[in-house]
């Protein structure tokens, strides 16, 4: 098996009367994308503002590549870089300067046709000498990401990228890491809040809270963790009969009405409720099942702490 | 190119870029130092009618070398903060530049800047006002220029470790903690002026040897060995100070996680 191209180990961080950070450990295989979930307050923006260094741990280990982070750190950051849409490059200055000042600080060889290449997989060739600041937010994403891919890095970073964008110009950024995941053996670690978007193009999830992993695994694993199902039935037929049969099945009732009716219930216990349902008497017209998703596996992490 | 060389021309290219881009930068280091100049200019003109016991042409001299060691400080401060204020620290400092790297671009940004200024301030006050600047004369503000250069580094350095460790909200001494060093470094007048315990202090500041010496060789042809040395080896102090304070105020922002939350 390859060496992972980032372990960490015990990664704690406190802060004045609470832990943010409680001693996780985890790693990250080579070419693989993992999704960072977490509540607000989870701890994944400091882990990784760790794994940056831009935030000192209180104690635990980070290592790149086999090599320790704090004693390797400028081998380690030619290899990593970061995107999110928290941070920005130089407004006042435009995008090709910004795009030349960073290939020189990560010492890239033949910079301009890096940046030529870039440039014209990101569709940046009219924004090249546009300030910074003048761009939008969805055109200020891709120019992030031109940056983070200036050194074709082992491993990008990245913070909630798709913040403050709008769905079409979120589904163009997942497209091309689906498309650089296809072209290069990239790994990334990737925070979001948008579960879908975690489902689309994470192969494992760490789900954080309180600072400490509750759960790793792929998103169909995760969403498997949720026991329950929805469904939802369209009948004609006697609502109080339908509605004093789920009561008794024991299957928590959503939403009743004199057509529709909307329950919760485990998964191996639908065909159950249907036939049920249909023993009262009532002619089911449809039926539908929704599967537990990885928000709801969100949702139910975020609700059973508040 | 060695990679520690391209990383510091990186960020002397950006300084270069921000410059251009900025009329801010513009004004604060070319017309405000210029306006400067001319302004203590026609005053030691003023002067140079209605009296001959003042050194008049050490006023406006003075004014060259505090604009000189203003816009050094300004330059590594700076550099610092226009990255923050655009949220590009982060970038910048996630990148493999260190931190001696990261300084020595911005101080060879300001050397680079005061030069042109200081030769342009130099040519304005001799060829307008009458300032005399003889060959041994030069060599003094040779080794005048120097010294501003490390006491505007040292402060500098200073003053972006404290914005890192306290955040924006004192973002104004990047402009301002070097006016509060100005009555005591006997800038325009002698430091025979100030009283008992500010003269004292004043001795403790590397550009007072500067500019008590600029002060009394302005006509002298010999080098000033004395006042120079001293002001040297206070700038090395201050150096040392300064660099040790960043280290500490450094690791203390990142240990508070204050680094990364001055970016917002």
Same mark, same amino acid.
């Given at each position: 098996?390859?060496?992972?191209?980032?372990?960490?180990?015990?990664?704690?961080?406190?802060?004045?009367?609470?832990?943010?950070?409680?001693?996780?450990?985890?790693?990250?295989?080579?070419?693989?994308?993992?999704?960072?979930?977490?509540?607000?307050?989870?701890?994944?923006?400091?882990?990784?503002?760790?794994?940056?260094?831009?935030?000192?741990?209180?104690?635990?280990?980070?290592?790149?590549?086999?090599?320790?982070?704090?004693?390797?750190?400028?081998?380690?950051?030619?290899?990593?870089?970061?995107?999110?849409?928290?941070?920005?490059?130089?407004?006042?200055?435009?995008?090709?300067?910004?795009?030349?000042?960073?290939?020189?600080?990560?010492?890239?060889?033949?910079?301009?046709?890096?940046?030529?290449?870039?440039?014209?997989?990101?569709?940046?060739?009219?924004?090249?000498?546009?300030?910074?600041?003048?761009?939008?937010?969805?055109?200020?994403? @891709? %120019?992030?990401?031109?940056?983070?891919? &200036?050194?074709?890095? =082992?491993? !990008?970073?990245? +913070?909630? /990228?798709?913040?403050?964008?709008?769905?079409?110009?979120?589904?163009?950024?997942?497209?091309?890491?689906?498309?650089?995941?296809?072209?290069?053996?990239?790994?990334?670690?990737?925070?979001?809040?948008?579960?879908?978007?975690?489902? @689309? %193009?994470?192969?494992?999830?760490?789900? &954080?809270?309180?600072? =400490?992993? !509750?759960?790793? +695994?792929? /998103?169909?694993?995760?969403?498997?963790?949720?026991?329950?199902?929805?469904?939802?039935?369209?009948?004609?037929?006697?609502?109080?009969?339908?509605?004093?049969?789920?009561?008794?099945?024991?299957?928590?009732?959503?939403?009743?009405?004199?057509?529709?009716?909307?329950?919760?219930?485990?998964?191996?216990?639908?065909?159950?409720?249907?036939?049920?349902?249909?023993?009262?008497?009532?002619?089911?017209?449809?039926?539908?099942?929704?599967?537990?998703?990885?928000?709801?596996?969100?949702?139910?992490?975020?609700?059973?702490?508040? | 190119?060695?990679?520690?060389?391209?990383?510091?021309?990186?960020?002397?290219?950006?300084?270069?870029?921000?410059?251009?881009?900025?009329?801010?930068?513009?004004?604060?280091?070319?017309?405000?130092?210029?306006?400067?100049?001319?302004?203590?200019?026609?005053?030691?003109?003023?002067?140079?009618?209605?009296?001959?016991?003042?050194?008049?042409?050490?006023?406006?001299?003075?004014?060259?070398?505090?604009?000189?060691?203003?816009?050094?400080?300004?330059?590594?401060?700076?550099?610092?903060?226009?990255?923050?204020?655009?949220?590009?620290?982060?970038?910048?400092?996630?990148?493999?530049?260190?931190?001696?790297?990261?300084?020595?671009?911005?101080?060879?940004?300001?050397?680079?800047?005061?030069?042109?200024?200081?030769?342009?301030?130099?040519?304005?006050?001799?060829?307008?006002?009458?300032?005399?600047?003889?060959?041994?004369?030069?060599?003094?503000?040779?080794?005048?220029?120097?010294?501003?250069?490390?006491?505007?580094?040292?402060?500098?350095?200073?003053?972006?470790?404290?914005?890192?460790?306290?955040?924006?909200?004192?973002?104004?001494?990047?402009?301002?903690?070097?006016?509060?060093?100005?009555?005591?470094?006997?800038?325009?007048?002698?430091?025979?002026?100030?009283?008992?315990?500010?003269?004292?202090?004043?001795?403790?500041?590397?550009?007072?040897?500067?500019?008590?010496?600029?002060?009394?060789?302005?006509?002298?042809?010999?080098?000033?060995?004395?006042?120079?040395?001293?002001?040297?080896?206070?700038?090395?102090?201050?150096?040392?100070?300064?660099?040790?304070?960043?280290?500490?105020?450094?690791?203390?922002?990142?240990?508070?996680?204050?680094?990364?939350?001055?970016?917002?």
């Amino acid at each position: 098996m390859s060496q992972p191209v980032l372990k960490v180990q015990n990664l704690t961080k406190r802060y004045k009367g609470y832990t943010a950070v409680d001693n996780i450990s985890f790693e990250i295989p080579s070419g693989k994308v993992i999704g960072l979930l977490g509540p607000n307050g989870a701890g994944k923006t400091t882990t990784i503002q760790m794994l940056l260094g831009i935030t000192l741990a209180d104690k635990g280990s980070i290592c790149y590549f086999g090599r320790d982070f704090y004693t390797h750190r400028q081998e380690c950051l030619q290899n990593i870089n970061f995107a999110s849409s928290f941070n920005s490059l130089q407004g006042k200055i435009s995008v090709i300067e910004n795009l030349k000042v960073f290939a020189m600080l990560y010492n890239i060889a033949d910079a301009t046709k890096k940046i030529d290449r870039l440039s014209e997989q990101l569709e940046l060739g009219g924004l090249m000498d546009d300030l910074y600041h003048n761009l939008s937010a969805g055109q200020k994403t @891709r %120019v992030n990401i031109a940056k983070a891919l &200036l050194n074709d890095p =082992k491993l !990008i970073l990245m +913070d909630e /990228p798709t913040a403050s964008l709008d769905p079409d110009i979120s589904d163009k950024l997942l497209s091309i890491i689906e498309d650089l995941r296809k072209e290069s053996h990239l790994s990334i670690l990737y925070t979001s809040h948008d579960m879908n978007e975690v489902a @689309r %193009v994470c192969d494992e999830v760490i789900f &954080l809270d309180h600072g =400490k992993i !509750i759960a790793h +695994d792929t /998103p169909l694993g995760l969403t498997k963790q949720i026991k329950t199902a929805t469904l939802k039935l369209v009948f004609e037929g006697e609502r109080q009969k339908v509605e004093s049969y789920i009561r008794e099945s024991g299957a928590t009732l959503v939403h009743i009405d004199k057509t529709r009716v909307q329950l919760k219930l485990p998964e191996q216990q639908i065909a159950e409720a249907i036939f049920g349902v249909s023993k009262t008497g009532a002619y089911i017209t449809d039926v539908e099942v929704e599967k537990p998703t990885l928000e709801d596996f969100f949702l139910h992490i975020a609700r059973k702490n508040t | 190119m060695n990679a520690s060389l391209t990383r510091i021309k990186a960020l002397l290219i950006q300084d270069l870029y921000q410059t251009r881009h900025s009329s801010e930068v513009i004004i604060d280091v070319i017309v405000f130092p210029l306006t400067n100049v001319i302004l203590f200019g026609y005053i030691s003109l003023y002067l140079l009618r209605n009296s001959t016991t003042i050194p008049t042409h050490s006023l406006l001299l003075a004014a060259i070398l505090w604009e000189s060691l203003r816009v050094l400080q300004y330059t590594v401060t700076f550099g610092t903060l226009w990255n923050l204020w655009s949220r590009n620290l982060t970038n910048v400092m996630i990148s493999p530049i260190s931190v001696s790297e990261f300084f020595t671009a911005f101080t060879l940004a300001g050397v680079l800047k005061v030069s042109v200024l200081f030769l342009i301030m130099l040519v304005l006050a001799a060829t307008l006002f009458g300032m005399p600047v003889s060959a041994p004369f030069a060599v003094n503000l040779l080794f005048y220029f120097m010294n501003l250069m490390l006491s505007g580094l040292a402060f500098g350095i200073f003053v972006t470790g404290m914005i890192f460790k306290w955040g924006t909200k004192i973002n104004s001494l990047a402009w301002g903690l070097i006016y509060f060093f100005q009555p005591i470094s006997g800038v325009y007048f002698p430091v025979s002026v100030l009283p008992e315990p500010l003269r004292s202090i004043a001795y403790v500041v590397p550009m007072t040897y500067v500019f008590e010496s600029a002060r009394s060789h302005l006509h002298s042809p010999r080098i000033d060995w004395q006042n120079l040395g001293m002001a040297f080896l206070i700038n090395m102090l201050y150096l040392s100070i300064a660099s040790f304070a960043f280290k500490r105020y450094y690791t203390a922002s990142r240990m508070t996680g204050q680094f990364a939350r001055n970016e917002g």
